[in-house]
């Protein structure tokens, strides 16, 4: 509750910066499932225990890192359905349950030859819109209150900060 926040506003910003390069008809597999996905998410952080969730985010890095290790060059840049709406759901769920979509979009992406431009927009194209969802879940669950808000508000330098660092990385 405390980083959600923060992340939607990233999320805004770069979303924002890259919008030219964002092509929704690429994403539409992905963008379909993720509120389900989301919505789950939220049910597994608000009902399991606190060990499951960082065993199931271990699981999903370390199954990240071996598919990446494995992974071939797209050959294609056609959208994939399935797989994208496999993604789109799985990440929802892992954006509502651990704030991190990150690794099954990555996986998705990897499967599709878009130019780096293209792939850097869709990417966060897709991020604002699973990083709204998710806070409004969290809002709705009550993990995001006004306790909550002041610890965010104190992490503000530090967002800004990566982002100008991260801005000016992003374009080696």
Same mark, same amino acid.
């Given at each position: ?7 939607? &506003?990233?999320?805004?910003?770069? &979303? ?53 290790? +494995? ?5 294609? =840049? ?39 431009? +293209? ?9 604002? =819109?699973? &990083? ?38 992003? =374009?080696?």
């Amino acid at each position: 509750g405390i980083l959600s926040p923060l992340g939607v &506003a990233l999320t805004v910003l770069l &979303a924002y910066r890259l919008r030219e390069h964002i092509d929704w008809g690429d994403i539409k597999w992905l963008l379909i499932p993720m509120p389900f996905g989301v919505m789950a998410g939220i049910w597994i952080l608000t009902h399991w225990p606190n060990d499951a969730m960082k065993a199931l985010l271990g699981v999903l890095l370390i199954a990240y890192v071996f598919y990446s290790l +494995k992974a071939a060059e797209p050959e294609s =840049s056609a959208p994939r359905p399935i797989l994208g709406g496999a993604a789109g759901f799985a990440s929802g769920l892992c954006s509502g349950a651990l704030g991190t979509g990150g690794p099954p979009i990555l996986v998705y992406a990897s499967t599709v030859n878009w130019h780096r431009d +293209k792939f850097r927009g869709n990417l966060q194209g897709f991020f604002v =819109s699973t &990083a709204i969802l998710a806070l409004i879940g969290q809002v709705n669950a009550g993990l995001v209150t006004e306790e909550t808000l002041p610890k965010t508000a104190a992490l503000v330098p530090g967002l800004i900060i990566g982002a100008l660092i991260g801005n000016k990385l992003s =374009s080696r």
